[in-house]
C-alpha cells in the first residue's frame, strides 16, 4: 500500500470530518457538436484512466490510516451515464451531476456523465460530456492534460485505432513516495518537514482568528459554502501599467495584484498583518506537467 501525499491527507481530512460532499469535487463540461461515436468516446476516457493511476485510486484505512490503492484496468468499474435532457434543463442537470458525492474508499474519483440535448436549436447533433474529479486526485492544471488526453484518444478510437499515447514518466504515486523521502518526518526534527513546519509556526504566530471587516454578509456559525464569482476587466493600458509597476520592482503582475488585495483590505479595517491564501500547482519537476 501507497501513503497518501500531504495534499491528499488534507483533503481525505476532510472527507472524514464532513462525510461524502461535493464541496471538492472538480467538474469540466465540454459541449460537443456533430457526429459523435459515443462507444469510441467511453473507450478513449477508459483509455485515460488507464493511462493516469490517479484516476483509478481508492482510498481505503488501514488501522485507522489512508492508503493509496491503485485499481487494475480490467477491474476498473466507470460511472457512465448518458442522459438525454433539454437545453433549457441543461444547467440543471449539470449542477445536479456536479454535485454528486464520492466514496473515496470504495469509488474511483472520477465520473462520467454525456448528455444528449433533445430540442437544442442546431441542426446538428448536440451533447454536453461532464468529467467529474474528485480534488483528492486532481487540480486545476490537471485539466489540461485531462482534456487533451481524452481528445487524443477519442481521435484514435474513432479512427478503429488504439491511441498512441506515450508513456508517462512518472505516475502520483511515484510523486508521493518522492515527497515523502524528501520532506521526512515531522517528528525529526532536523527534517526539511519539521523545519518548514517551525518556519510557517512563526510567520503565521498571532494573526487573528478572522478579519473584520465591514461586508454585508456575516460570517455564518456553519460554513454553507455559498459562493459566488464577480468578473471585471482591467483594460490595455491599466495592465501596461501594472505590468511596468510590477518590472520596476523585481515581481510579477500577479503579486502588485495581490499587494493591491492587501492594501484594500487594510484599508477596509483588517490591520496590515493580513493573510492572504492562493492556490498553487506544486509541480516542481517537468516530469509532473503531463500528470493527473
Given at each position: 500500500m501507497i501513503p497518501l501525499s500531504f495534499a491528499q491527507r488534507r483533503l481525505w481530512f476532510l472527507h472524514k470530518l464532513e462525510g461524502p460532499s461535493a464541496t471538492y469535487n472538480a467538474p469540466l463540461a465540454l459541449r460537443l457538436t456533430g457526429k459523435l461515436d459515443q462507444q469510441a468516446l467511453r473507450t478513449a476516457v477508459l483509455d485515460v484512466v488507464e493511462r493516469h493511476e490517479?484516476?483509478?485510486?481508492?482510498?481505503?484505512e488501514f488501522d485507522g490510516q489512508p492508503q493509496q490503492r491503485v485499481i487494475e484496468p480490467h477491474r476498473v468499474?466507470?460511472?457512465?451515464?448518458?442522459?438525454?435532457?433539454?437545453?433549457?434543463?441543461?444547467?440543471?442537470?449539470?449542477?445536479?451531476?456536479?454535485?454528486?458525492?464520492?466514496?473515496?474508499?470504495?469509488?474511483?474519483?472520477?465520473?462520467?456523465?454525456?448528455?444528449?440535448?433533445?430540442?437544442?436549436?442546431?441542426?446538428?447533433?448536440?451533447?454536453?460530456?461532464?468529467?467529474?474529479?474528485?480534488?483528492?486526485?486532481?487540480?486545476?492544471?490537471?485539466?489540461?492534460?485531462?482534456?487533451?488526453?481524452?481528445?487524443?484518444?477519442?481521435?484514435?478510437?474513432?479512427?478503429?485505432?488504439a491511441p498512441a499515447l506515450a508513456e508517462l514518466p512518472v505516475q502520483y504515486a511515484d510523486y508521493t513516495l518522492w515527497q515523502r523521502e524528501l520532506l521526512g518526518d515531522e517528528s525529526d526534527p532536523d527534517s526539511v518537514l519539521s523545519q518548514q513546519v517551525a518556519y510557517w509556526t512563526r510567520q503565521l504566530a498571532d494573526l487573528p482568528e478572522q478579519l473584520s471587516l465591514p461586508t454585508d454578509r456575516p460570517r455564518p456559525a456553519v460554513a454553507s459554502y455559498a459562493g459566488a464569482t464577480v468578473n471585471f476587466a482591467l483594460d490595455a493600458k491599466l495592465h501596461r501599467k501594472l505590468t511596468a509597476l510590477?518590472?520596476?520592482?523585481?515581481?510579477?503582475?500577479?503579486?502588485?495584484?495581490?499587494?493591491?488585495?492587501?492594501?484594500?483590505?487594510?484599508?477596509?479595517?483588517?490591520?496590515?498583518?493580513?493573510?492572504?491564501?492562493?492556490?498553487?500547482?506544486?509541480?516542481?519537476?517537468e516530469a509532473l506537467d503531463d500528470l493527473i
Open positions: 490517479s484516476l483509478r485510486t481508492v482510498f481505503p468499474e466507470l460511472g457512465w451515464e448518458n442522459p438525454a435532457v433539454t437545453e433549457q434543463a441543461l444547467p440543471e442537470a449539470l449542477a445536479s451531476a456536479a454535485r454528486r458525492t464520492f466514496d473515496l474508499a470504495t469509488e474511483i474519483p472520477i465520473r462520467v456523465w454525456l448528455f444528449d440535448i433533445v430540442d437544442g436549436n442546431s441542426t446538428e447533433d448536440e451533447y454536453v460530456l461532464l468529467v467529474l474529479l474528485h480534488h483528492v486526485v486532481g487540480d486545476g492544471w490537471s485539466m489540461g492534460p485531462l482534456v487533451r488526453d481524452i481528445v487524443t484518444a477519442y481521435s484514435a478510437r474513432s479512427a478503429g485505432r510590477a518590472g520596476r520592482n523585481g515581481a510579477t503582475v500577479f503579486m502588485v495584484l495581490q499587494a493591491g488585495m492587501a492594501a484594500l483590505l487594510t484599508r477596509l479595517g483588517a490591520g496590515t498583518d493580513v493573510p492572504l491564501g492562493s492556490g498553487l500547482a506544486g509541480r516542481t519537476d
